[in-house]
């Protein structure tokens, strides 16, 4: 049996690492894609709910007070 030569051990070494680096590379942008699509996402949903937020004070503000009145049993 012919025992490898050791650069030849390191060179296909290297060859993983530097598959593995492609593939860790094309994950990370992946994943940067997706931090910048669920950042928008968020922040629309941040602008919606202060929108709604600022719709349900004006609907307190219109609402009549709470007083019991006088007349009342």
Known sequence: MVTPHP???IAERVE?????????ERTNAL??????????ERDSLKSRL?????RVDLLL???P?????????
């Open 50 to 54: 202060s929108a709604a937020r600022a």
């Open 7 to 9: 650069l030849d051990l």
């Open 65 to 73: 007070e709470n007083n019991p009145s006088k007349d009342a049993p």
């Open 31 to 40: 994943l940067a894609e997706q931090v910048t699509t669920l950042t928008q």
């Open 61 to 63: 503000e219109r609402l």
């Open 16 to 24: 993983r690492l530097l598959l593995r680096h492609a593939e860790l």
